[in-house]
């Protein structure tokens, strides 16, 4: 089976820099994704890990340790906007084949 | 116009009546998905395909079936519905080794 931990709910100020973990236990890893997802809409693509390490792009980074099963993402700056839940993903290694698997998903909320 | 198009947006229907969500693409890839959302336990699984007539159960198959008949169309059919089938779903394309596209949904209520 596969098992991935985050947070339910974090919240923040304005400009202020977050960091939201993930947790994961799974056979077949094949890379680590974060989406956004405001309410009501689809998921959007943030970042993707294959190799540990930190991939930055703007104001979101995100680090992975493939021998901690650990992950999290980074967000600098925050603005209103980034309230939304963060969705973290496994790319999991299937019979046929590979597919991403979800956690929960952590819900951010950006105060003034 | 959306590259994930799912109709349809919104839908009420009865227990015990069959159902079709459909989804088509515009990004020419191979791989799609379908998802359900539920509030408490994110996205799930429920079947994928990765070529025309290619299906293969996700997580959480049970109570659903699904169609590849073109590389662009992946519908998700519910022959029995019930009610904890009350949930926000998703269809999602990817190519190989690449991040997911997803639509814009279909929220389904059974009642």
């Known amino acids: 089976g596969q098992n991935i931990d985050q947070p339910t709910e974090m919240t923040a100020t304005e400009g202020a820099i977050v960091q939201i973990n993930c947790t994961y236990q799974?056979?077949?890893?094949?890379?680590l994704f974060w989406y956004q997802q405001h309410a009501g809409e689809a998921p959007t693509f943030l970042s993707y890990?294959?190799?540990?390490g930190l991939e930055e792009k703007g104001r979101f980074s995100s680090f992975l340790s493939r021998s901690k099963g650990y992950s999290y993402l980074l967000l600098k700056e925050l603005q209103m906007k980034d309230s939304a839940s963060y969705l973290c993903a496994v790319r999991k290694r299937w019979q046929a084949g590979t597919a991403l698997i979800f956690g929960k998903g952590t819900t951010l909320s950006v105060s003034s | 116009d959306a590259d994930v198009t799912q109709t349809p947006r919104n839908r009420i229907t009865k227990t015990g009546k069959r159902i079709m969500l459909e989804c088509s693409q515009t990004k020419g890839h191979d791989r799609m998905y379908w998802y359900r959302q539920d509030p408490g336990l994110g996205l799930r699984l429920i079947y994928y395909?990765?070529?025309?007539?290619?299906?293969n159960k996700g997580e959480i198959s049970d109570g659903y079936s699904v169609s590849r008949q073109a590389q662009a169309k992946f519908s998700l059919s519910l022959e029995s519905a019930i009610p904890n089938q009350t949930a926000l779903y998703f269809c999602a394309t990817s190519e190989l080794g690449g991040e997911a596209f997803f639509g814009q949904g279909t929220r389904l209520t059974v009642v």
């Open positions: 890990n294959v190799l540990d």
């Open positions: 799974t056979s077949g890893f094949n890379g």
């Open positions: 395909s990765f070529d025309v007539k290619d299906i």
